[in-house]
């Protein structure tokens, strides 16, 4: 009798065992989720935020893998940063049990809210008079800056034209000049304690820390010197 029970427990023990051991397909649902978490995680920069979205352009493989095991992903290769078609590579794990590795393919759209223009807008215009909105765009194509300041202000104009519906680069925007060419404004230079103040007339327009030529209204002669503000110009030596 001693010898049936323990028979009996044998065959417990043998079938707990084959019950824990059993495989079961992962769900295609749970398997693109640890995907997506772990490439949002790796692709979205802290300075570079926005919404992925990745749609897998072949069903992603069948994994079979032990019932009620702890599953790890870890990603083998991905391009480093987001892109419309996307090859990636990862590894499987149950039970700290390397399981295999696997490629899939992806068509992705990056998702931010961008600057843009509301009208057309014409050279030297002001930022805050070009009629501008914010708005979600797929900016996955986008390979130059984006201009993503808070608010527009009149301290930046445009560089060149823009249309209704064109997205706002960092390309086209200048510091908006605070003297023009023909102003009268006054120069100076600082040596020590000494310094020296003279009238000038500028010869190009200048924002602030831009180099501009300009005249002496004395001697006429043309020196250059960096933009202060509206009124004052420092001379270069």
């Known amino acids: 009798m001693k010898r049936l029970g323990g028979i009996l427990l044998q065959w417990a023990a043998a079938a707990t065992m084959l019950a824990a051991a059993k495989a079961e397909p992962l769900p295609a649902a749970e398997l693109g989720a640890m995907?997506?978490?772990?490439?949002?995680?790796?692709?979205?920069?802290k300075g570079k935020p926005g919404e992925l979205e990745l749609t897998p352009t072949r069903p992603l493989p069948e994994i079979e893998v032990p019932a009620n095991s702890a599953l790890n992903l870890k990603m083998i290769y991905h391009p480093g940063t987001p892109m419309a078609y996307m090859r990636?590579?990862?590894?499987?794990?149950?039970?700290?049990?390397?399981?295999?590795?696997?490629?899939?393919?992806?068509?992705?759209?990056?998702?931010?809210?961008?600057?843009?223009?509301?009208?057309?807008?014409?050279?030297?215009?002001?930022?805050?008079?070009?009629?501008?909105?914010?708005?979600?765009?797929?900016?996955?194509?986008?390979?130059?800056?984006?201009?993503?300041?808070?608010?527009p202000e009149a301290r930046l104009s445009l560089r060149q034209g823009v249309a209704s519906g064109s997205l706002i680069y960092e390309r086209m925007l200048k510091s908006t000049p605070v003297v023009k060419r023909g102003q009268v404004v006054q120069a100076f230079v600082q040596i020590r304690a000494l310094s020296v103040?003279?009238?000038?007339?500028?010869?190009?327009?200048?924002?602030?820390?831009?180099?501009?030529r300009m005249r002496n209204l004395q001697n006429n002669k043309v020196i250059r010197g960096t933009v202060i503000n509206e009124n004052f110009i420092r001379i270069n030596l």
């Not at 990056?110 to 765009?137: C, K, M, S």
């Not at 797929?138 to 608010?151: E, H």
């Open 35 to 45: 995907l997506k978490s772990e490439l949002r995680a790796l692709l979205l920069t």
């Open 88 to 151: 990636v590579k990862f590894a499987l794990s149950a039970n700290e049990q390397r399981l295999g590795e696997w490629t899939v393919y992806y068509r992705t759209k990056l998702y931010r809210d961008v600057w843009v223009a509301n009208a057309p807008a014409q050279t030297g215009t002001l930022l805050n008079e070009v009629e501008l909105r914010r708005e979600r765009r797929d900016v996955i194509n986008v390979r130059q800056p984006l201009w993503n300041g808070a608010k």
């Open 197 to 212: 103040r003279m009238k000038v007339e500028v010869l190009e327009d200048g924002a602030p820390g831009e180099t501009v």
